[in-house]
């Protein structure tokens, strides 16, 4: 039971992580139909800054938390201001304009950082363990949870409750309809690609907690947020929620229960709902 | 006939000039394929610098050759490793090189190296397989006989049984290998064998599924999965004694200090140790701190032994790299290094000491700690 039990926390810790990264860019895929690449690397650019400030200055992990926030989101909003919004309806230029960024940010966070992994690190009162079931648990893990929670929570409230969410949701169904009725959707779009980048690098300085920071992780975690998105679908943060939490648990139990094949339990996920709901579990049909 | 006695003059004053200088003989290229970019980009510059002092102790030059250093940078893939090799083989007419450093690209560029018969190097073990191809350079050790000493320590400490987890490629299983040989060598018990992918990011649900054992023995590949598993080895509060591999060269001071309290009591194998007290190492790691301005770690001790290996050889052939010359010099040679002692195998797989090692707080810095030494270690195949 207790083995159960640890390995949903486990699950839901790294699923959650998966859920932040994979929200934003599966949004703007949706919304504004950019394959954005360098959306792993913003995640690493906010893990970077956040280490930064927490650890080397010694600031609070909550300062940490926002200013890697704000340096994703700033970067992506000029990736975005300064280059993808002029290929808009063009997938390919999208696709090697974006993959472009991340070679250049990756090697700029090595000039910058150095090339040795940064470790994982946690706000003071979130390191050490607590028991559940007689076992000892990290307490950074369940903060992950929680904040992922939180964050799933607003974002769902932005997207469905909002006027800007509306306006982004329409933007989705029908843009020149949108834009007819007055919307600058253009600035929309600008302000969503700001939020969605900023998700990244809250999610990078979370999942610091779990993974440190090292200038590979860009690559590695676009994968990831790929698998989610296609598993949950794309355009919606209940898909990636979703989507998220089911790949996190799944691969929490392949790698518990069987060792092995812990590399292919994810791909194998994502092939079954491909095969069965090619859309995603929750993605906006066309 | 005026003509005659001008030529004839010019080179009485000639000729004699240019020996007296010392007339440099054809400059003699040494390549070396390493890691500037990718996933290990920033091992290139450490394994880098050990060449660099190794050939600046000689004056870049051997038996009056001035060496000529051309580094490629390989991009930590197998792929470009055997573009670069092929480059400096075909291209810049190198016949020896030094690197690359991972098995895969081991694998990629052997045989082309050994029909076009150039004398290489790895920069962090090897395979025993390389030793067929007699032209390959195994330093400090083959993957087993690096990791065999911990076999026996783990057995030396008292503990009769043990669960290891296994980076799931060819080198994590060859690195593993050998701490099995050395447990079971002497009548210890592997109770569980867990194998981790490579990259693995969470390793929670593997600690949470750990048998009891006496001890933990893991190897995974690099800086950021060895600081994953044993930061987070802590948090689940796993209790058993934990024994790494590779050590100081995974996990270096600067990466010590920010794993903190989590390092701490960590033992395992280190292939060299900085601070070991040895005067030879003591001068040569004073001398790293001066011309680079930070303590040498394994890898610059791993390129620096290996390039003066090389040299020893060159001078023992009057600096002719022809290969068989080369290479009947370079498996006779036997240094002082700031490892130890260091010899080679017929089939070029170095033979050197292994250390146990602990991380331990000394005088406010974290430090790999020697605590044992199994001297001139030998892959027990090759002596079968």
């Given at each position: 039971m207790e083995q159960v039990t640890i390995n949903l926390l486990n699950g839901l810790s790294y699923g959650m992580v998966l859920f932040l990264i994979a929200s934003g860019m599966s949004v703007v895929m949706g919304a504004m139909n950019i394959i954005n690449l360098a959306h792993g690397v913003l995640y690493m650019v906010g893990g970077y800054v956040g280490w930064t400030i927490a650890v080397k200055f010694g600031a609070p992990f909550a300062l940490g938390l926002l200013t890697g926030g704000l340096a994703a989101g700033f970067t992506g909003l000029v990736i975005e201001r300064g280059f993808l919004r002029h290929l808009y309806k063009q997938p390919n230029e999208q696709v090697l304009l974006s993959f472009g960024f991340v070679y250049i940010l990756t090697n700029l966070s090595l000039w910058v950082w150095g090339g040795w992994p940064r470790m994982p690190f946690t706000a003071k009162v979130l390191s050490g363990s607590i028991e559940i079931l007689g076992r000892a648990y990290p307490k950074a893990r369940l903060a992950i949870i929680l904040i992922g929670v939180i964050l799933a929570i607003v974002l769902w409230w932005l997207q469905d409750k909002t006027r800007v969410g509306a306006m982004v949701r329409a933007g989705m169904d029908n843009k020149e309809m949108t834009m007819g009725l007055g919307i600058n959707l253009e600035r929309v779009f600008a302000v969503v690609f700001f939020v969605a980048s900023f998700i990244a690098g809250l999610a990078g300085v979370l999942g610091a907690q779990l993974l440190g920071v090292y200038n590979a992780l860009g690559l590695e975690i676009l994968l990831l947020a790929l698998i989610v998105i296609i598993v949950g679908g794309v355009g919606s943060v209940q898909g990636a929620l979703l989507g998220g939490i089911l790949i996190g648990v799944i691969d929490a139990f392949g790698r518990a229960l069987f060792p092995k094949f812990a590399m292919f339990t994810m791909y194998f996920t994502m092939i079954i709902i491909l095969l069965v709901r090619p859309s995603g579990l929750l993605g906006r049909r066309a | 006939m005026k003509k005659l006695i001008l030529i004839v003059l010019l080179l009485a004053i000639l000729v004699p000039a240019s020996v007296a200088f010392g007339a440099p003989g054809k400059p003699l290229k040494i390549g070396a394929v390493l890691n500037f970019t990718g996933p290990a980009a920033m091992l290139g510059p450490l394994f880098k610098n050990g060449i660099v002092k190794a050939l600046e102790e000689n004056n870049n030059q051997v038996a009056g050759r001035p060496i000529e250093l051309i580094v490629e940078d390989g991009a930590t893939d197998a792929t470009v490793c055997l573009e670069k090799a092929r480059k400096l083989v075909?291209?810049?007419?190198?016949k020896i090189i030094i690197g690359p450093l991972m098995g895969d690209a081991h694998l990629a560029i052997a045989p082309y190296m050994a029909n076009k018969k150039v004398l290489i190097t790895t920069l962090y073990c090897g395979d025993i397989?390389?030793?067929?191809?007699?032209n390959w350079l195994t330093y400090p050790t083959t993957l087993v006989g690096l990791t065999l000493p911990l076999g026996w320590y783990a057995h030396d400490s008292g503990y009769k049984t043990m669960v290891m987890i296994t980076s799931d490629y060819a080198g994590g299983h060859g690195f593993m290998k050998g701490v099995r040989m050395g447990f079971e060598e002497k009548?210890?018990?592997?109770v569980q064998e867990v194998f981790v992918p490579v990259g693995t990011a969470d390793f929670g649900p593997y600690h949470s599924t750990l048998k009891d054992a006496d001890c933990v023995a893991f190897f995974v590949p690099n800086t950021a999965e060895s600081a994953r598993l044993i930061t987070q080895y802590r948090e689940f509060g796993v209790k058993m004694p934990l024994l790494g591999t590779t050590l100081a060269a995974d996990l270096p001071q600067a990466v010590m200090e920010e794993l903190g309290d989590n390092v701490i009591g960590v033992r395992g194998q280190a292939?060299?140790?900085?601070?070991?007290?040895?005067p030879v190492n003591n001068q040569w790691v004073e001398a790293m701190e001066k011309r680079f301005g930070r303590t040498p770690g394994g890898l610059e001790n791993n390129s620096y032994c290996i390039t003066s290996a090389i040299l020893a050889a060159l001078k023992a052939t009057g600096g002719d790299e022809s290969f068989d010359r080369l290479w009947r010099a370079v498996v006779r040679v036997q240094l002082a290094t700031p490892q130890g002692p260091l010899s080679f195998t017929p089939e070029g797989i170095a033979i050197t000491d292994g250390y146990i090692v602990e991380a331990k707080v000394i005088n406010g810095k974290y430090v790999w700690d020697p605590i044992k030494v199994y001297p001139q270690v030998l892959d027990p195949r090759l002596v079968k």
């Open positions: - | 075909e291209r810049d007419k190198a397989k390389l030793g067929d191809y007699r009548r210890g018990k592997a292939a060299y140790i900085w601070s070991r007290d040895d």
